[in-house]
Structure formats: C-alpha cells, structure tokens
T-cell receptor, first 111, second 113 residues
C-alpha cells in the first residue's frame, strides 16, 4: 500500500521567514496530494491540494510543488505569521482513492 | 449548515466496555470516513463508506465495526474497548471517492482505561 513520509516532525521559524515541509510517497500511481492544517484542538482543514498533471500550485502565501519522478512534494509558506502555527499533514491517494496521511509537522512561528 | 457533527466529544471507557461514536453530515455527500489520530502517526483510516449501503475496511479496522445508517449518518462501534484504542477519532465526508476535499468533524477523544 501507499506509504507517506513527512519531514520535519517539528519546525520553528521566526515570523516573516519561510517554512518548507517535505513529503515522499511510495505509490507511483498516486495522483492527488492534499495538505491539511490542524490548529490546536481543532479539526483538520484542507489548505491546498495538487494533482499530478501540474508541478506547482500557489494560493497567496502558500505553494505546493510536486516532483513525480522523485515521488516527493513540498509545502512552502512564505512570510509566516503567528496564525500559521499549527500541525500540517500531507497526504497522497492510493489505488482505491483513499488518502494516506504523513505523520504531521508541528510548525511554530515565533513573533 | 452544520457540516459534519460527531458525538460524543469526550468519552472514558473501561477495558471491555462497548460504545458507539455517531457522525452525521448535512452536505449531501456520498462518501464518509472514520479516522483515528495518534501522536506522530497522522490520520489513519479505520473504515469508509463510498456510498449509502456500502462499507469497506481501511488501514486499521481491527476492533471496530461501522454502520452507514443512511446517506447522512455513519457510526463507529467499539464492541470490546482496549487501551490501544485510546485515541482521537475523526469522522469525515466528501462528495465522492474521486479525490476531493475531506470535511472533518470536530473529533471525539476516547480514553480506555
């Protein structure tokens, strides 16, 4: 089955700096890669996703890049703000279209 | 619209007790899911229901059963709770299985003593 590895598990940045979270996946048939943000004590919520027919997608300060050859994808957050502090999860779909999630990255943005 | 609602939010059980987590969505979604969340392990799929009348095992189904009661409701039952089932459980729904946004409930924190 699909295996998704996510790094780093924790990330601390200064407000205004950029943050990058990386994920690798194992199933070459995966074609959908979403990112979810979970604030403390809250539910996960989709922040951005990318499909395999594109290499990059941006939404304001957030971008996701995909390298299908290397089977990895990354989340980039620019000009980080304290409200970006949360746990971020990457995911990839498997043959049955179920999502396999990475272990999560706790991002802390220091003011 | 309430989205996805699940109950209870908190529950403490003794080993061997049974309980049912309830989930309902009002977005007319076809597919529903139950995940568990443990520290450092992300979200793991327990069971899912692609559409009303169908249920299938996910990654970690042992010790659980599910019922898709109707299009809106999808329940998760622990017949004989074990300490290893201590976790936060999330119900989610999506339009279908085609790879789109999952909408999560607020979560249910279950402790098994």
């Amino acid at each position: 089955g699909e295996n998704v590895e996510q790094h780093p598990s924790t990330l601390s940045v200064q407000e205004g700096d950029s943050a990058v979270i990386k994920c690798t996946y194992s199933d070459s048939a995966s074609n959908y890669f979403p990112w979810y943000k979970q604030e403390l004590g809250k539910r996960p919520q989709l922040i951005i996703d990318i499909r395999s027919n594109v290499g990059e997608k941006k939404d304001q300060r957030i971008a996701v890049t995909l390298n299908k050859t290397a089977k990895h994808f990354s989340l980039h957050i620019t000009e980080t703000q304290p409200e970006d502090s949360a746990v971020y999860f990457c995911a990839a779909n498997n043959a049955g279209n179920m999502l396999t999630f990475g272990g999560g990255t706790r991002l802390m943005v220091k003011p | 619209n309430a989205g996805v609602t699940q109950t209870p939010k908190f529950q403490v059980l003794k080993t061997g007790q049974s309980m049912t987590l309830q989930c309902a969505q009002d977005m007319n979604h076809n597919s529903m899911y139950w995940y568990r969340q443990d520290p450092g392990m992300g979200l793991r799929l327990i069971y899912y229901s692609a559409s009303e009348g169908t249920t299938d095992k996910g990654e970690v189904p042992n010790g659980y059963n599910v019922s898709r009661l109707n299009k809106r409701e999808f329940s998760l039952r622990l017949e004989s709770a074990a300490p290893s089932q201590t976790s936060v459980y999330f119900c989610a729904s999506s339009v279908g299985l085609e790879g789109g946004e999952l909408f999560f409930g607020e979560g249910s924190r279950l402790t098994v003593l």
